[in-house]
Structure formats: C-alpha cells, structure tokens
C-alpha cells in the first residue's frame, strides 16, 4: 500500500494521494445519492456509507479511501441532540457550558455505531488491496468547541473561556470527550480500518502554551490508546503551524500540514520526525488552467522530496484542507494523473 509505505518510512511504489472531502459534493454521484438524505442520516445507513466512500476511488483512483462520516457522527450516536445544518454546519440543541451539563455528558457504547463497522466491512470487501481505508474522528478540542459554543464559532470566546478559568471541569470535560473519540477509533480499528487521522481542526484558534496545557494531554491520550494497533496515526489541524512540533509530540506517524506553510519548512519544525501530508491550496483546483495545475503540484512534490531528503519519513500528497463543493470532479481526476505520473 503506498500510503502506508509513505507513512512508515517504505519506499511507495508511486506518490499516495488522497484529499480530505475527496467523497463529498464536489462528484455528481455523491450528489445524486445524498439527495433527499440529510447528512446524519447517511453516516449511520451502512451500504450508503460504503457507497459513497468508494465513489472517488473508482472515480479518481486516489491511494486511499476515507470513510464517509462527519465528526460529530460518534457525539449522535452517543446520545447528544444535535444536527448538521446544510450552509451552517454542525448545531448542538443544548450547549455543554456547566459542571451539571458536563455530569451528564453520555458515553458511547460502540454497538450504536454498528452502521459505520459494518460499512467498513463492505468496503474492505470491495477496495483494491493496494489501496488504504482511513478512519478518522474529531480531536478532543474541535469536539469541545462545538458542544460549547453550540455550533461553528469564529472567536471560540466560550471554550476558551471554560477553558481558562475552569481548567478542572475543562479537563473533566475533554476527558469525557476523549473517551467517546476513543471508543469510536477503536471501534473502526477493530473493524479492519489500515490508518486514522484525528482531525483537530480548530486547535490553530489557540496559541502554542494554552494547545501544551490544556489540549494536547488530552489527544495525547487518544493517541495511546490506539497506538496498539500499530497502523499509521496522521493528526491534522487548520492554521497550526506555530504547533506542529506540539501536535507531533503528542503521538503520530504523520503530521497533516494545510497550505500555509512549505512541507519542507513543516518538515523541519516538527525535526523530521514523521511523515508529512499535503498541501496543495484547495483554490488551485478551481484555478481552471492545467498549466497552473501542474506547476502548483511539482512545487508542492518538490517540497515534499526536500523534506524526505533532509530526513522526513515520506511524503503523503493531499490538500491543505478539504475539497471545495464547486470543484469540477474531473480537474480532482487530472490532479491524480499528474502525482502519480512524477
């Protein structure tokens, strides 16, 4: 498998790439079947999840499938009324701001998300055997952000907020979290997935000493707790440069790195200890100009190659975010050829 080569130091038998929201509305297929479903509603029927999974695999013949969920798919299954607003994203019915509410926070009994195992199942079935499945979950502190602020915040004033000046019921609080996210990588791990990313996605909103502090015990633990597995674990946030040597240390094969920052200079930060993902900006795939397709992947393969020189493990080619909805699905298919044929 060339990811897993990639992630552990191998020599792959050509570039892996795989982008973030590769299964989303940017295929028409996905479209089509989605129609009518919301979103929470398609994580948890098993053959629709397979289905979609699979959709750019066929279509775009990327090294790796991520399985289709959402973040907060384990948080549903756990008990919290919640929903995901098409336009606004994830909204929490009742924020989680107090000790009472943090008292009553539910625990995930891994059969409720027998959908999401017995999709991976069928995936597994049908996916080429060089070619990987993804798990993946909500760090955490994205997840705490949420139930706090009650849906997508820009200024993340509540958590931090809790945080700060309640740091026992926050560490309460997170480690409740942690347990649910736990549960629910270890539940796909039984089921057969070949690697994991935690998406910690908010944690660029908090400077290096408050990520050290008060969140990175907390992934850290997350991090152990799957280790026994021994399939690669990539851990990935939005805006984190400042705490990329933070993020590796808290345990991972492979450091997610969005555009901002040069893979080499990623690489470097982070002491070419690991693997690095990414980076290409989202945007150049609507840039509509081949030219500039192809010029924007060497530059970000030639990066990845100056980190591999320089000690980095490998080099894992994906987006520095996820795939936008407007995306023409076949410019996600040229991008493909073009990784694979350098």
């Keep these: 498998m060339p990811l897993i080569a990639a992630a552990t130091g191998g020599t792959p038998s050509r570039r892996p790439v795989w982008f973030m929201r590769q299964a989303g509305r940017s295929l028409p297929e996905y479209r089509e079947i989605r129609a009518g479903r919301g979103m929470l509603e398609s994580c948890f029927e098993a053959e629709l999840v397979a289905e979609i999974t699979m959709q750019p695999v066929r279509r775009h013949d990327t090294d790796a499938a991520i ?14 009324d919640l929903d995901i607003v098409a336009g606004t994203g994830p909204v929490i019915a009742s924020p989680i701001r107090t000790a009472a509410d943090v008292a009553k926070m539910p625990r995930l009994d891994p059969s409720s998300v ?15 055997d060089e070619k990987s499945l993804i798990g993946f979950a909500g760090a955490p502190f994205t997840l705490a952000s949420y139930l706090i602020e009650g849906g997508p915040s820009r200024t993340y004033e509540r958590t931090k907020a809790m945080m700060l000046a309640e740091p026992e019921l926050w560490n309460t609080f997170m480690g409740r979290i942690a347990d649910i996210t736990i549960t629910f990588l270890r539940a796909q791990l039984d089921a057969g997935v070949d690697a994991l ?5 908010w944690a660029g909103a908090l400077s290096k000493a408050q990520y050290e502090e008060y969140v990175a015990p907390h992934s850290a633990r997350v991090m152990a707790e799957v280790a026994e ?5 990539i851990h990935f946030g939005v805006n984190t440069g400042e705490l990329l040597s933070s993020m590796t240390d808290v345990g991972t094969e492979v450091i997610g790195v969005d555009w901002r920052l040069p893979l080499d200079e990623a690489a470097a930060r982070v002491g070419h200890r690991v ?47 996820g795939v936008m909805p407007n995306t023409d699905a076949g410019v996600i298919t040229r991008a493909v050829e073009l990784i694979h044929a350098l």
């Design 114 to 128: 027998g959908a999401v195992t017995s999709a991976i199942g069928m995936i597994i079935d049908e996916l080429p």
């Design 67 to 80: 399985l289709f969920s959402d973040i907060v798919v384990p948080l549903r299954a756990a008990g919290i």
């Design 197 to 201: 990313q935690l998406f910690d996605s």
């Design 275 to 321: 693997a690095v993902q990414g980076n290409l900006d989202p945007t150049v795939l609507l840039a509509g100009d081949d030219a500039v397709l192809e010029r924007e992947i060497d530059r970000v393969v030639a990066a990845g190659e100056r980190a591999i020189a320089a000690g980095a493990p490998g080099h894992i080619f994906n987006l520095g975010h």
């Design 229 to 233: 597995y021994g399939v690669p674990r």
